[in-house]
């Protein structure tokens, strides 16, 4: 191994910490921007729908906006088409050496597009942006340090836990989320810089919006535990819909492939028109929805209101992402399960099983089930709705409701949301047998088809050495006989073109049987 490989490995502990924190200072100062300037703008074009309402002279000036900021967007796509959808793939695909790209251009049109799109009004969320928008900053700043490799991927997953962290001032949730579901590498150096990156950043948003939780909702009391059965069928209810809410967006794109008025790229027009008159209609359910949701924690609407809310937010955020607009769908699922958490709420009312003081305290609970089935990180969902609403008190319920909807949609073959986004955004990878050396760690999971296997039994990719065996605290120098267990951490060196190939053919041997 070369000099330079050793040098590009890894950081120290006090060296993640010291660029944790300047990742999370860019990367909180960019996202906070980005979050206010759409809060701002949000206000502004709720204000014009309501002009609007009275002046319907003006709706023609408003629809050639519309269709001018669809037209300058869907350019932008066109010419950078790292900035479609969320972003949180293109991360998560970053981190994995399944996919690159020149950080300028997506940073500067990400974020402008993404004020477009989200503070238009249309049913996208800021988180996903956000992720993209930070670890495209620490991707910027690496390349300004010269750091490759491990210490540029570290930068990378440091800078998207400041940009979830930024925008939801969430900075647990936002390392666990990178650590569980975007880098899948739970190492030392990947949490300190990322935890380091997501609270500097949680500072510089702290400063901005102040220390009120994001969703902070009021509620009468505690649930008591003779209530907790109807936690098992919302649970239920959740995943089942949760099932249905990922394979609607993940086939979004298809359907708007049918379409052939028009070039792929310039699908938002179809959002931006559509989002015209639900802003005459219902101004105050424009946008990402985290104002929807506090008020109807307020005052919760009957049943049929909830369920027609519900409908409409379900059919056009799916919509506004199945175009291919830069805007997350982090955001609008809490949206949608705190919508669903009230209309289950309301039935058990209804039938007279459950007190009507408790209905916010449902609302709560479902945002959490509804995130933790979708995208299969119940970690992720607990923390971030404890930190996001402000208080302790829900974490038995709202773990009982993330693992029961987390089991549903794992029962019907459901995938993590995100990682079936990044499935669909590359190929298998080829063979790359030259290039500057790289590290690729991978985890063997329990139930992995590499458990229990020696390493002279597993067909290796070539161009590929398994360096060492991280099993605890101890480092195994893996020979022939050495037998994987779960729990394990493979070090695999290879070149840095090579990575995904790599990567790709260990997660085939990893699959149950596939070595029988």
Known sequence: MTEQTNQQTNLSRPGAILFGSLVGLLAGLVVSTFRLIIEKLLVVVQMAYHWLGQHPVGLIPWILLMIILSLIVGHWVHQSPMIKGSGIPQVEGQLAGDLDYAWWPVLWKKFVSGVFGIGAGLFLGREGPSIQLGGTVAQGLAERLNFTGSRRRLLIAGGAAAGLSAAFNAPIAATLFILEEVYHNFSTLVWLISLTSAVVANFISSEVFGLTPVLHINYEQALPLKYYGLLLVLGIGLGLLGYGYQWATLNSGDWFARLRWFPSYLN?????????????????????????????????????????????????????????????????????????????????????????????????????????????????????????????????????????????????????IYEAMLHQLVDPANEMPTGPTDRLEFSVTEGSGLAGKRVRDLDWPDHALLVSVRRGEQTVIPQGKTVLRSGDTLVVFTNHANRAYVRQTLMALAIPGAHS
């Open 268 to 416: 938002g027009i179809i959002p931006f028109l559509l989002v015209i008159p639900i802003g005459l209609l219902w101004p105050n359910s424009l946008g990402g929805g985290n104002q929807l949701i506090l008020s109807f924690a307020k005052m919760t609407p009957l049943l049929w209101p909830l369920v027609g809310y519900f409908v409409l937010r379900f059919v056009f955020s799916t919509i506004s992402y199945g175009s291919g607009l830069p805007g997350g769908i982090f955001l609008p699922i809490l949206t949608l399960g705190a919508l669903l958490g009230g209309v289950g709420a309301q039935i058990f009312v209804a039938m007279g099983v459950l007190p009507s003081i408790f209905v916010a305290n449902f609302m709560i609970y479902a945002m959490a089930g509804y995130f933790a089935g979708i995208s299969k990180a119940p970690f992720t969902a607990i923390l971030l709705i404890t930190e996001m609403v402000g208080t302790l008190q829900h974490l038995m319920p709202l773990a009982v409701v993330a693992i029961v909807a987390y089991i549903t949609v794992d029962l019907l073959g459901g995938a993590p």
